[in-house]
């Protein structure tokens, strides 16, 4: 799973695989369209819109958070 600060299916409405590696780029650049390309599943993190992207520490914090609360077992 990738991520994308401008594209991508929004998390919370994105269903997390059980399994997944999860793969975060660079807070300015990015991740390169490769990687993009390569992912089975790219998502975003919708926020006020007051802020271009988070930090990745933050986003890797989201989205772990979201992942933990879809497959708790």
Do not use: C, Y
Request: no cysteine.
């Amino acid at each position: 799973m990738t991520t994308s600060s401008h594209a991508g299916t929004p998390l919370f409405k994105a269903t997390l695989p059980r399994k997944m590696v999860l793969v975060l780029g660079q807070e300015r650049d990015g991740l390169s369209d490769a990687a993009l390309s390569s992912a089975d599943l790219s998502v975003s993190i919708d926020g006020t819109g007051n802020v271009e992207s988070l930090n990745v520490s933050v986003a890797t914090g989201v989205l772990l958070a979201e992942w933990w609360r879809q497959n708790k077992a």
